[in-house]
């Protein structure tokens, strides 16, 4: 993926046609996209435990095939599941350079 200046954004969309894709999320994918943000590496165990709720795998299979969220280490819980991370793809999609530019969560 390729990323330049916001100030050239629309003539380049002209130049290749592309559009405005836009990602448009719904509430609870940007709750999980936030939780995997702010938590990671996360299993569903741990999601449920934020949530309250077991987390939906096709939610979590949605944001994968957008490429936001991938597979993490191995949890250290019984049976060792997969975790969830961000991906480089993620980072692009919000405009941040790193994880350490997420906005402070508060109090």
Do not use: W
Not at 31 to 54: N, S, T
Not at 58 to 86: C, E, M, Q
């Amino acid at each position: 993926m390729f990323r330049t200046r916001a100030h050239y954004a629309v003539a380049i969309r002209t130049a290749v046609d592309v559009g405005d894709q836009q990602h448009n999320f719904s509430e609870e994918e940007m709750a999980v996209l936030c939780a995997v943000a702010y938590h990671q590496p996360i299993d569903r165990a741990g999601l449920k435990d934020i949530f309250g709720k077991e987390i939906n795998r096709d939610l979590l299979g949605r944001l994968r095939y957008k490429n936001l969220i991938g597979n993490g280490p191995k949890s250290p819980r019984p049976g060792a599941p997969h975790t969830f991370v961000t991906t480089a793809e993620f980072l692009a999609t919000f405009d941040l350079l790193s994880l350490r530019d997420l906005p402070e969560m508060g109090p």
